[in-house]
């Protein structure tokens, strides 16, 4: 009779042939899909992805290119990160809404904001003049994408900045000083954890004695083997890595966040945490 262990090493080596087979047909016949396509020529974790997720447009080539890309469209990968920038932009206006019922004038840093897609829709939602956005990203092509996004939507409280986001001087010379910071995005492409703890004790420095940090964390993800078979944007495989949720709020409180709390999208793959001081 065979073991317990061995009936989950076959199960695991099925998983990984069939995940195997399937990245090797994405590559042969996904580039019908105008998604696929775009992945495999800028990186399926690129800024550019992140918006054609968002936008949630099914197109491609032939017929049947629309088909493989609306298939792609609705994987489980796909509507979690729909779900995470729902739940990162109900985070941010609450986060706004209290500030302001303070007295303040909301300034929001996004630290790796590529074109910041959900801050931008955030702020024309809420059609306040009020707040101040500094959207910052190594990503020239991101930043640029973003300028023509809050142009679009006729803001101007919304500016762009080439910077690195775990650059220490460059953080502390942001002004005005921000009272809000964010990281969305940013931590589920980091695989090394001490530059993760890194940023957040940077952000703490950031942010004034009653700041408040919202950051977003992959807890979960059913297809990393299949991620692993298709590129990201550097060219590499687009190595992906899941935390938990006590993990990475441990991490914001050691960084100095007294209080944390967290939700998870619908789907339970991404989080937002929501961290003050």
């Known amino acids: 009779m065979q073991s317990r262990k061995g009936k989950l090493m076959d199960i695991y080596t099925t998983k990984s042939k069939w995940q195997g087979a399937l990245g090797a047909l994405i590559r042969r016949f996904g580039q019908t899909s105008d998604s696929i396509r775009l992945g495999f020529q800028r990186g399926f974790d690129s800024g550019e992805m992140m918006d054609r997720i968002y936008h949630h447009q099914p197109s491609g080539r032939y017929g049947v290119g629309r088909l493989i890309d609306w298939v792609y469209l609705n994987q489980i990968g796909c509507k979690g990160l729909r779900g995470r920038?729902?739940?990162?932009?109900?985070?941010l206006r609450q986060v706004i809404d209290e500030q302001r019922a303070l007295g303040k004038s909301p300034v929001i840093v996004d630290v790796a904001s590529g074109p910041a897609t959900y801050?931008?829709?955030a702020l024309a939602e809420d059609g306040g003049s009020d707040v101040l956005a500094i959207c910052r990203d190594l990503d020239k092509n991101g930043l640029h994408r973003g300028?023509?996004?809050a142009?679009?939507?006729?803001?101007?409280?919304?500016?762009?900045?080439?910077?690195?986001a775990l650059d220490a001087a460059s953080l502390s010379a942001i002004s005005p000083r921000p009272t809000i910071a964010v990281s969305s995005g940013f931590?589920?492409?980091?695989?090394?954890?001490e530059l993760i703890q890194r940023s957040m004790r940077l952000l703490r420095e950031t942010l004034p004695p009653d700041g408040v940090f919202i950051f977003t964390t992959q807890v979960n993800h059913p297809q990393l083997q299949l991620?692993?078979?298709l590129p990201n944007r550097d060219g590499q495989p687009w190595i992906m890595k899941n935390r938990?949720?006590?993990l990475v709020e441990g991490w914001a409180r050691a960084a100095g966040f007294s209080n944390v709390k967290t939700a998870l999208e619908p789907h339970g793959l991404f989080s937002v945490s929501?961290?003050?001081?």
Do not use: C, P, W
């Open 85 to 91: 920038k729902h739940l990162l932009k109900a985070a």
């Open 119 to 121: 801050l931008v829709e």
């Open 147 to 149: 300028r023509e996004l």
């Open 151 to 164: 142009s679009h939507y006729g803001l101007g409280n919304v500016r762009y900045e080439h910077a690195n």
């Open 187 to 193: 931590y589920e492409i980091l695989l090394d954890d």
């Open 227 to 229: 991620i692993a078979a």
């Open 244 to 246: 938990s949720v006590s």
């Open 274 to 277: 929501v961290a003050t001081l």
